[in-house]
């Protein structure tokens, strides 16, 4: 309990955040094919990561756990008459809301996640994958109790 402690809140009681390297992975690939995804990005709090959908590069966030706030995987499309439209899974207003979104994603090999977004009919599934360099829920293990 100690460890979490000090994991959760530095020596004078005060709460800090949880770091994490987050890394984009390629859209799918569907040539000619619209509406086309031209960017993703994660957003928790004041953290914002884009996915251009580039050389992966790892990106730290920080996850203030302690804040109400919102969490949000978003992918913006172009259709085929360069038009834009948007596609989201979302938690509002939520304590711990990164981790209720990872919830919503399907985990992968190495902690990967990916969400699939449809359209407004339920159609047309867009999938937004990230990696993190560790298990976003390591933060909860806890070690050394009943034999572990």
């Known amino acids: 309990v100690a460890k979490i402690g ?3 809140w530095d020596s004078q009681g005060n709460p800090q ?6 890394q ?3 859209f799918e690939a569907k040539e000619h094919v619209y509406p086309a995804p031209i960017v993703s990005y994660l957003v928790t709090g004041d953290e914002t990561f884009h ?3 580039q050389s992966p590069q790892w990106h730290p966030i920080k996850i203030e ?3 109400v706030n919102n969490s949000t995987v978003v992918m913006e499309l172009t259709n085929k008459n360069d038009s834009r439209s948007y596609r989201d899974e979302k938690v509002s207003h939520s304590l711990w809301s990164f981790f209720e979104l990872l919830n919503k994603a399907k985990r992968f090999e190495n902690n990967g996640y990916c969400w699939e977004l449809s359209n407004e009919f339920g159609e047309d599934i867009s999938k937004v994958s990230l990696r993190f360099s560790e298990d976003p829920w390591s933060f909860f293990h806890v070690t050394g109790l ?3």
Do not use: I
């Open 6 to 8: 000090r994991l959760f």
């Open 17 to 22: 955040p949880l770091y994490l390297n987050v």
């Open 146 to 148: 009943g034999g572990e």
């Open 65 to 67: 756990w302690w804040k």
């Open 51 to 53: 996915n251009f959908n």
């Open 24 to 26: 984009s992975l390629p």
